[in-house]
């Protein structure tokens, strides 16, 4: 195991655009996620984060700098299940904006998918090998 100097041990939050956090909010837990924090925070913002039900890592649902607004991305979020068909079947009956299908490129690539945010922004799920 490789040591470092800085003390970084593990990643905690990742942040998301989001113009409305209440609609992210709804969205998130829709999919499974659970609201963790959601506190007052800087005046006038919210401090919300959301896990996987297992998950140490979180989303924090973030408000946008003030004069910037929030545009779609590929956030570069990957996401983990052990039955990418049964996840895909269960957001799609949920709503949820998926890709047409479930991509299978075959091995070592393990099948997965892309979803859409109430923004925009893109979230892969894959399979767990």
Not at 17 to 39: A, H, M
Not at 69 to 96: C, F, H, N, Q, W
Request: proline share 9%; no cysteine.
């Amino acid at each position: 195991m490789t040591t470092t100097t800085t003390g970084i041990q593990a990643i905690g939050l990742v942040m998301v655009p989001t113009s409305d956090q209440d609609r992210s909010i709804d969205f998130y837990e829709r999919i499974g996620f659970e609201k963790r924090t959601d506190v007052p925070f800087g005046g006038d913002y919210r401090w919300v984060e959301v896990y996987p039900p297992s998950g140490s890592a979180g989303i924090a649902l973030a408000p946008p700098r003030p004069g910037d607004d929030v545009k779609p991305k590929e956030l570069g979020i990957s996401l983990t299940t052990a039955d990418v068909d049964a996840t895909y079947a269960e957001m799609r009956s949920r709503g949820v904006d998926v890709d047409e299908q479930v991509m299978r490129m075959g091995d070592p690539v393990p099948p997965m998918f892309w979803f859409r945010d109430p923004e925009g922004h893109s979230l892969m799920v894959v399979q767990q090998s």
